[in-house]
């Protein structure tokens, strides 16, 4: 999951909506590139394991999972001057050995996030990145650029409702994302062999209701590192859930849903990740991450 929007530098957004993919591209006002922003978290310990950061939130997203705990940033507009961008990221670099990009989904601004990773460079920082992978020519215009070190993919299934939410921006998302984000894979795997990018890893955040794709996934993205997350039910505000259903329906709806279906504990995350037959890592909200290996595979690791 993307880094969660905390502490935030921001003007109110305009209450714009979006039709299409391509309104969310950088602009330019003159010869200054405008990036549509979301927020900015001056020093997180949290973002990025064994780094202190600066993480910049970038405004927009093609999807509208159920779980987003960055909802007020995947829509509207915030169009700032990059050099503005650049000066917080100034600010913050007596402090920090890394910057995350996340969003929203800031490979959607390709021009604007390439310009702020060169930046980043510049100053002799690491850029990691946070992203869903729609958009893997972004990706490998970073990779082949030498602009990540580190990227982690939120892998999505059909059941976080990122296609039944109005306000999503094309009706081809469902047949798209899968496609997109399996070359997003296979490019950073790619870059990870060649150690062009120093960290990868597949982070898919698990509820009761969607570990059914779990091995599915695991199997498609091979020995990539695969971290679960566990899942918490929010109560969405700025999107119905279906044009059929009145507010209050979608409230009740999501009140039922998060009391039947609290977040997964540990233990029922270390019974689903038994049967994926490799190491994981796993995040709670209860007792961080923590690295774990089924106790069958430690068997058959110590036969061989």
Known sequence: MAGILRKVHKKPPVATQYTKITSLQNTRNGDFIQVNFGGFVSLSTIDWRGKSVCTVFLRGCPLRCSYCQNEEIQGGEDRREIEEIFEMIRSSSPFISG?????????????????????????HLAVGLQTNGFFPDTLESLLSQGLADKIAIDYKTTWEGYTGRTGGYYPT??????????????????????????????????????????????RKIG??????????????????????????????????????YPPLTLHEIKEIADKLAKPVRIRTKEHGEISYESNRRRRASRKR
Do not use: W
């Not at 601004?109 to 100053?123: D, F, H, P, R």
């Not at 060649?194 to 698990?206: A, D, M, P, R």
């Not at 990539?224 to 009740?252: C, D, N, R």
């Open 99 to 123: 910057v995350i990009f996340s969003g929203g989904e800031p490979t959607m601004q390709k021009e604007g996030l390439i310009a702020l990773a060169q930046y980043v460079k510049k100053l």
């Open 173 to 218: 998302v469902k047949k798209n994302y899968e496609r997109n984000v399996l070359k997003s894979i296979a490019l950073c795997k790619k870059a990870h062999e060649l150690k062009t990018l120093n960290e990868l890893e597949v982070v898919f955040t698990i509820f009761y209701e969607n570990q059914e794709y779990l091995q599915e996934i695991s």
């Open 223 to 260: 020995d990539v590192s695969l971290v679960l997350q566990q899942g918490e039910h929010k109560m969405p505000v700025l999107f119905p859930a279906s044009p059929g259903m009145t507010e209050g329906e979608y409230i009740y709806k999501k009140q039922i849903q998060q009391e039947k």
